[in-house]
């Protein structure tokens, strides 16, 4: 059973509170995904490290019901 | 036995400065994802071993246990973990890729 994005959402914003998520639905059928997750708690970690930070957050989905999450992850821009 | 595949792994990093872990070969990917990263290694132009986890389950499991990464492909350089197909693909697009091998002493094949 795939996943819906509202779920996807729902699993990183536990983990991440301050996060700005975005999903996009790749391919319409509900198994394709692309997401974007800005956050604070990301600033000083690697790229590799920051996936991990979500893949944790999907508690094990990633890789199994979730087989293609396309993923980008950043730091908030700063304002100045 | 289960320590097998951890060396086998280790192994192969150490060997090849360039290793993905991918679905398919780099001829026949079997997968966008694993498609794509061996296009970008491509294009960069850099020599790369591939192993495919489609033909090894056990490579196939006992790779996401070894770096603690749910999916496939996984890219190696000089037996680093450098991400998987986004992570590959951002570094791509900003030159870091091509930076890090130029720093890790592996020579793209001149343009």
Redesign the interface.
């Given at each position: 059973m795939p996943m819906t994005a509202q779920e996807i959402e729902a699993y990183i914003r536990t983990a991440l509170p301050d996060a700005s998520i975005s999903i996009e639905d790749l391919a319409g059928d509900g198994d394709h995904y692309a997401c974007t997750v800005v956050s604070e708690a990301f600033r000083g970690l690697s790229?590799?490290r920051q996936?991990?930070v979500v893949?944790a957050a999907l508690q094990?989905h990633?890789?199994?019901t979730l087989?293609?999450l396309?993923?980008?992850t950043s730091v908030p821009q700063s304002e100045s | 036995m289960a320590d097998t595949i951890t060396q086998r792994i280790q192994q192969d990093i150490d060997a090849n400065p360039v290793m993905l872990y991918m679905k398919g070969t780099a001829q026949f990917p079997q997968c966008g994802?694993s498609a794509k990263v061996v296009q970008i290694l491509g294009h960069v132009g850099v020599p790369f071993q591939t192993a495919n986890v489609l033909a090894d389950p056990e490579l196939r499991q006992g790779i996401?246990d070894f770096t603690?990464?749910?999916?496939v492909p996984q890219l190696y350089v000089k037996g680093e973990?450098?991400?998987?197909?986004?992570?590959v693909t951002?570094?791509f697009l900003s030159g870091e890729l091509e930076k890090l091998f130029a720093e890790k002493g592996i020579v793209p094949a001149s343009a």
């Open positions: 790229r590799v996936h991990q893949y094990g990633m890789g199994g087989h293609a396309a993923l980008q | 994802f996401k603690n990464w749910p999916t973990f450098i991400g998987g197909c986004d992570i951002e570094m």
